[in-house]
């Protein structure tokens, strides 16, 4: 039995990998429903309040178009291989706040407090504004770990932000809580934009100490306990929760704060100890305040018992309290708005007076949407969160993972702290929904969020270059029988 052997000669190539899709096309066509729903609401609303098509839903929808295309073809120029969903997301979100904003500038009974008529407009300098820096964080952050050498200026500029409201003549106090600043005739909230840069710092901080932070000296109830030293972060980290908490008398700033912090420390870390001792924490600090803070007092009474509120509110009763009806008006909104809601426009969540396109802009939503609509606008801002963290896992770098899962938790615990404290789940916190409520100050900060995060993905998403091929390629013979 013989057998023959032909023998090939031949060079080895480098197969290099196959490009990705940018899928820009994509998110180019999810922008044009993203600005479609919002024109759409925006003409029920006007057939529902005056029988008529609004004489201005052509500008409307040119002027939301123009800026989500801007935005488009940034990213499509700056960061062709970002996440095709999250501009999209954040482009419905917007317009479905402005048309509900301009919904309620039409309120007889908000006109006459000064409370709207002209908000809308507002918001929508204020929306391309937020794209201008969405646009500026895409052409000149060329790499998301160039932040990362800022890591200690960053906690600088943030305990800065934070400081300033309490700045005399700067500082301005509304309705309880300290958080804002007054300048040139605009109110800014500095903690916006703080929550962005303290992501950074614990992101660069984190990603350097993690091992240490991992560590573990004893066991104790199934939790590895941590070493006394390695307390330090989350006890200065608490100490400014706190100290925000009982200056500015702001839960919801403190809570977010801690929350990211804690949330990134666990990821960090994949130490299930430290999310006990953030939960344990902060309930001690809440507690603690609310002792003996009466701001604070008065939301835990007026979530305990909205009714009982209602009627000190509307009795005019003066015990040095300031008393407030909003909580239990918009548990009545979102009653009457049952499962399908009462249409666009044909709501009464003008009742709900001064926060009613800013704090509370979600019990409109829920009136005239109803559960149906409102478990919607909720699943989108889950969308914005599970990209987000669809990106952190993406990311190839420890400081990318941080960051994106930093800014997506911030993003997450804003909605839910929010939500939460407007449907009576948690004491109310005076945060603004984000890209839904009226405020120049949020809707900014977040459109630099998603322009962060959307570098991160394109860095991620990125294919590797091909290795170039080697003119030396070693000789292989390949054996056939």
């Known amino acids: 039995m013989s057998s023959s052997t032909q023998s090939t000669t031949h060079h080895t190539s480098t197969i290099g990998a196959i490009g990705a899709p940018s899928r820009r096309n994509t998110e180019l066509a999810m922008l044009v ?3 479609a729903i919002p024109m759409f609401a925006y003409a029920n609303v006007g057939l529902a309040i005056n029988n008529t098509v609004p004489p201005g839903l052509l500008a409307y929808g040119v002027g939301l178009g123009l800026l989500a295309g801007v935005g488009h073809l940034v990213v499509r120029k700056f960061a062709p291989y970002a996440d095709p969903l999250l501009l999209p997301l954040a482009t419905l979100l917007n317009g479905l706040g402005l048309v509900v904003i301009w919904r309620l500038d039409q309120s007889k009974l908000l006109q006459s407090i000064d409370q709207a008529g002209s908000a809308a407009p507002r ?3 204020y929306t391309a504004m937020g794209i201008a820096l969405f646009v500026v964080v895409l052409i000149f952050l060329k790499d998301h770990r160039v932040l990362q050498r800022y890591t200690y ?16 003549g700067l500082g301005a ?10 300048v040139a005739g605009f109110s800014i909230q500095p903690g916006e934009f703080a929550k962005i840069v303290l992501a950074i710092f614990f992101a660069g901080y984190l990603m350097v100490k993690r091992d240490a932070l991992a560590l573990a000296s004893r066991r104790f109830m199934g939790l590895y306990l941590p070493r006394g030293r390695d307390l330090g972060p989350i006890l200065v980290v608490w ?10 008398t702001d839960l919801g700033t403190s809570l977010l704060f801690f929350g990211m912090f804690v949330i990134m420390l666990y990821v960090a ?16 600090g809440a507690v603690g305040v609310a002792s003996f803070e009466p701001h604070i007092q008065t939301r835990v009474q007026a979530w305990l018992d909205p009714m009982r509120e209602f009627n000190l509110s509307r009795s005019g009763v003066h015990d040095g309290v300031m008393h407030s009806e909003q909580l239990q008006q918009a548990l009545w909104a979102f009653g009457s708005g049952g499962t399908l809601g009462t249409g666009l426009g044909q709501g009464h969540s003008d009742l709900i007076r001064f926060a009613a396109n800013s704090d509370f802009i979600l019990a409109t939503f829920g009136e005239e949407l109803g559960l149906a609509g409102l478990m919607a606008i909720l699943l989108v801002y889950a969308l914005i969160v599970e990209r987000g963290v669809r990106t952190a896992l993406a990311a190839r770098d420890p400081f990318g993972k941080l960051l994106a899962i930093g800014l997506s938790g911030a993003f997450a615990l804003q909605v839910f702290v929010v939500a939460g404290g407007v449907m009576g789940l948690i004491p109310l916190t005076g945060m603004t929904m984000p ?4 405020g120049g100050s949020s809707v900014i900060a977040n459109w ?3 322009g962060i995060l959307l570098r991160i993905s394109d860095t991620a998403r990125r294919p590797a270059p091909s290795p170039a091929p080697n003119p030396d390629a070693e000789m292989t013979q390949v054996v056939r029988p």
């Open 123 to 125: 918001q929508l300098l």
């Open 239 to 248: 100490g400014i929760s706190i100290v925000i908490l009982v200056f500015e």
């Open 173 to 182: 106090n509304i309705y309880g809580a300290k958080i804002w600043i007054s």
């Open 435 to 438: 890209f839904l409520a009226y």
């Open 448 to 450: 630099a969020l998603i």
């Open 269 to 284: 870390t994949e130490r299930t100890s430290w999310i006990v001792f953030g939960l344990l924490m902060s309930a001690v």
């Open 33 to 35: 429903f993203a600005v």
């Open 153 to 168: 200026i960053s906690m600088v500029g943030a305990l800065i932000l934070l400081l300033l409201p309490l700045v005399p």
